[in-house]
């Protein structure tokens, strides 16, 4: 397997700081703890290579246009659905950094071979031999 290099520039990150949705207490109304996070793949400085596997994932955060949109809400301040946010997006791109290793056709061996078909006999000699006793 190899992986390819990357780095996310914080210019192609753009963070827009929400309300977030549920109960909240008293503060629901007045504080904008929820992060939206947009990032641009076809304007990026991902490599082309990541750029093409992005726009080719069936996930419902990359929008038509080829945006990934991540909303963090689920902690209590901004700064660490910011960090969430950002966490999300480098694994999703890390998802798709890693290229598998092709597989190569293999042939058993002629020992392995040899074992199946003895294995193979030996039980049909236990059944054949479950047949009947004769007096």
Same mark, same amino acid.
């Given at each position: 397997?190899?992986?390819?290099?990357? *780095? /996310?520039?914080?210019?192609? &990150?753009? &963070? *827009?700081?929400?309300?977030?949705?549920?109960?909240?207490? !008293?503060?629901?109304?007045?504080?904008?703890?929820?992060?939206?996070?947009?990032?641009?793949?076809?304007?990026?400085?991902?490599?082309?290579? /990541?750029?093409?596997? $992005? $726009?080719? $994932?069936?996930?419902?955060?990359?929008?038509?246009?080829?945006? %990934?949109? &991540?909303?963090? !809400? *689920? !902690?209590?301040?901004?700064?660490?659905? +910011?960090? =969430?946010? %950002?966490?999300? /997006? +480098?694994? /999703?791109?890390?998802?798709?950094?890693? *290229?598998?290793?092709?597989?190569?056709?293999? +042939?058993?061996?002629?020992?392995?071979?040899? #074992? #199946? $078909?003895?294995?193979?006999? +030996? #039980?049909? =000699? &236990?059944?054949?031999?479950?047949? #009947?006793?004769?007096?």
């Amino acid at each position: 397997m190899s992986r390819t290099a990357f *780095t /996310l520039a914080p210019d192609d &990150i753009e &963070i *827009t700081a929400v309300r977030a949705q549920g109960a909240g207490g !008293q503060n629901v109304n007045k504080v904008s703890s929820a992060v939206h996070l947009r990032f641009d793949i076809r304007a990026s400085s991902l490599p082309d290579v /990541l750029k093409e596997r $992005l $726009l080719a $994932l069936a996930d419902h955060r990359i929008t038509r246009e080829g945006v %990934i949109v &991540i909303k963090a !809400q *689920t !902690q209590r301040t901004q700064e660490r659905n +910011r960090e =969430e946010a %950002i966490a999300r /997006l +480098r694994e /999703l791109v890390e998802r798709v950094s890693f *290229t598998p290793a092709s597989r190569r056709a293999t +042939r058993p061996t002629f020992a392995s071979k040899v #074992r #199946r $078909l003895d294995g193979k006999t +030996r #039980r049909g =000699e &236990i059944k054949a031999n479950r047949g #009947r006793v004769l007096d």
